[in-house]
């Protein structure tokens, strides 16, 4: 009973053990990334301090972006979207340039050429800043008026509504 008893912790601390490295394993290239996101970011925008940093998952591409925001030596906001992929083009947007995210919520309502009455939004799931072939925008995750799952990519400069994807119940 007592080696059935010794086996099993020893076969919980392997498990722990195994668990914690995975993490890390997973850890480490999060921050790999994003550390070289906001060595692009200071290097493309001049960036002093960094306010926050998210990440993108592209769309058709399969290009991702780091999202650093932080501001230069003159205290001037910037937005800059580093690819995954160092062969790709470093974005950088003013903080003033940009639309915030209540004016990208109320592109939607507006637009009634590519979002019609029924795909309007009845709950917001998420909102981030990325960019798709190029252009920055904002992805607006939502449940849509008939409770359908959706996507509207915005224009993060404009405003103008670039796509919409609704998945059908």
Known sequence: ???WLLGAIALL????LWSLYIYKEAMNGKTHGEAHAIEMAKKNANLVSITR????HGYKE???YTVVEGSDAKRKQWIVLVPEKDDEKVLTVKQKDAISAKQALE???KDSEVVG???KPKEIIKMKMGAEKNVSLWEITYVDVEDRYSFC???L???RVLRLYTLQK
Do not use: F, Q, R
């Not at 601390?13 to 722990?16: F, I, P």
């Open 157 to 159: 400069k404009t405003g």
């Open 13 to 16: 601390v392997l498990l722990l």
């Open 107 to 109: 592109s939607i309502m």
């Open 153 to 155: 990519y915005v224009d």
């Open 62 to 64: 399969n290009l991702s």
């Open 1 to 3: 009973m007592k080696k």
């Open 53 to 56: 940093t998210d990440y993108y």
């Open 117 to 119: 009455n029924s795909e």
